[in-house]
């Protein structure tokens, strides 16, 4: 994903709540790893767990 489109994307992101969060990650599409990597530094740390189940 292009930077700025990348940033526009982690500011909704971060904006969303968690539930959001996890739809937002697993429909996102041409992400970067490093991209990948930044929008797990800003999601909430005690909901990994619910992140790993969607994943599955």
Known sequence: ????????????????????????????????QYQYKELLKVFPYSEIGKLEKALA
């Open 1 to 32: 994903m292009e930077i700025m489109a990348f940033e526009k994307f982690k500011e909704d992101f971060i904006n969303a709540d968690t539930d959001k969060k996890i739809e937002m990650y697993i429909s996102a599409e041409d992400l970067t």
